[in-house]
């Protein structure tokens, strides 16, 4: 049984909500025991391979490197961060 892109969203965005499960499901109005059996089948699943990602690259003035997804979470790394390092660390977050 896969779980539907409506939980899987929503389950995303507790992940990185900093939230209880009890406190999400209390602001989005979702009932805690099927939110956690459907976490339990999400979980079963897999984390799903990783896909390409469109990429902008923009000049900024603040010699920073700035790494943003389009759910909108940013990281912002000084210019000077060795290209090996970012790679590692994108690997980790794969």
């Known amino acids: 049984m896969a779980v539907s892109v409506f939980w899987s969203n929503h389950i995303e965005a507790w992940q990185s909500s900093g939230l209880t499960q ?5 602001q989005y109005g979702l009932n805690p025991n099927y939110f956690s059996g459907r976490l339990s089948i ?8 990783p896909s ?3 990429v902008q690259v923009r000049t900024q003035a603040t010699g920073s490197l700035i790494l943003q997804h389009a759910k909108g979470h ?13 790679a590692e660390l994108l690997s980790c977050l794969n």
Do not use: D
């Not at 009890?22 to 209390?26: E, G, P, S």
């Not at 940013?74 to 970012?86: D, F, K, N």
């Open 22 to 26: 009890t406190a999400y499901c209390r």
């Open 42 to 49: 999400y979980k079963k699943q897999g984390v799903p391979a």
């Open 74 to 86: 940013r990281l912002e790394l000084p210019a000077t961060q060795s290209a090996q390092w970012v």
């Open 52 to 54: 390409l990602i469109p």
